[in-house]
């Protein structure tokens, strides 16, 4: 399928986000249960919903010092596309979700704050279908969702600089720029914060596959493709222990939670988990195309006149 023109590109992405919610209507024929994100167990959060958009200003100016932002409205609005029509069951509303993709040498996606998604072209190239896409963007969702980037803020505030209450933004500033410039990274305190950390991120990624899925399948997407994309991502190859292999400790991290993610599918009712994830639309493919040979002739990079 040959690329718009730059002079029709406008035109032709309004129709591929019609596509995007006709096939909704096509395939979305059985009412899969829309999943209600459980908070994370005793955490402990200081920031308000305000002062929560307030930290994720701060960490993405930061970020989009560190990452170049691809600013081209054609290819993000397909982004927004998917994630809208993967809100789209949902009473939580996707108006203020800015997805923004990135270039960078990895294969990246995650969330800032409360408002923000970052996805890498790289992450982008990686995807094998517009499902895998939603899939992706559902994960990052949830951690929104769950509010854990504000808890980890919270709890390396707590330990590194004795705080538990922020006020206004440039207080959070303060804060967020002292964080950066502690001399604890390497210390006693960092090491202990950081092991807390890693145990509440498996439970916090566990969490977010299991969002991935439902809200796939409530969306009309095939929660399948989630978890074959892992799969192919991760490296696991289909393999996702057992007891055994747990007992004598060789079952990796992401072959134990590949077979989260295999438990939480096949708990979805059967019409729902077995949508098959589907070969890869035109619309798709010429968006992906456009996102991988980025930059263009007709795509300016950052920082051009």
Request: hydrophobic residues 40%; aromatic residues 8%.
């Amino acid at each position: 399928m040959m690329l718009p023109s730059i002079r029709h590109r406008h035109v032709g992405f309004v129709l591929l986000v019609f596509s995007v919610f006709f096939v909704t209507a096509v395939r979305a024929e059985q009412k899969c249960p829309v999943l209600a994100v459980r908070d994370a167990p005793e955490a402990h959060n200081i920031f308000s919903a305000q002062q929560e958009f307030d930290l994720g200003d701060i960490e993405a100016a930061l970020l989009e010092e560190r990452y170049e932002v691809i600013a081209d409205a054609g290819l993000t609005a397909h982004l927004t596309a998917i994630n809208n029509r993967l809100l789209s069951p949902s009473p939580i509303s996707g108006t203020n979700i800015r997805i923004v993709l990135i270039e960078t040498p990895e294969a990246v996606a995650f969330s800032a704050g409360a408002s923000r998604l970052y996805i890498s072209r790289r992450m982008v190239a990686a995807l094998h279908n517009d499902d895998e896409l939603a899939g992706l963007l559902g994960h990052e969702l949830a951690h929104m969702l769950r509010h854990q980037n504000a808890i980890v803020v919270s709890q390396v505030f707590h330990d590194f600089l004795g705080v538990s209450v922020v006020e206004d933004r440039n207080d959070i500033a303060e804060k967020f720029n002292r964080m950066l410039n502690s001399s604890g990274w390497h210390s006693r305190t960092f090491q202990s914060t950081a092991q807390r950390l890693q145990q509440n991120e498996i439970t916090s990624q566990q969490e977010a596959d299991r969002f991935a899925l439902h809200a796939l399948a409530a969306a009309g997407f095939s929660p399948r493709a989630y978890a074959e994309f892992f799969d192919r991502f991760a490296g696991t190859h289909g393999k996702h222990g057992n007891l055994l292999t747990d007992l004598l400790s060789i079952t990796t991290p992401n072959e134990r939670r590949l077979r989260k993610i295999y438990k939480s599918l096949h708990s979805l009712p059967q019409s729902c988990r077995d949508m098959p994830s589907p070969p890869a639309s035109p619309e798709f493919l010429a968006w992906q195309a456009e996102v991988v040979r980025w930059p263009s002739s007709t795509s300016p990079r950052r920082g051009s006149k």
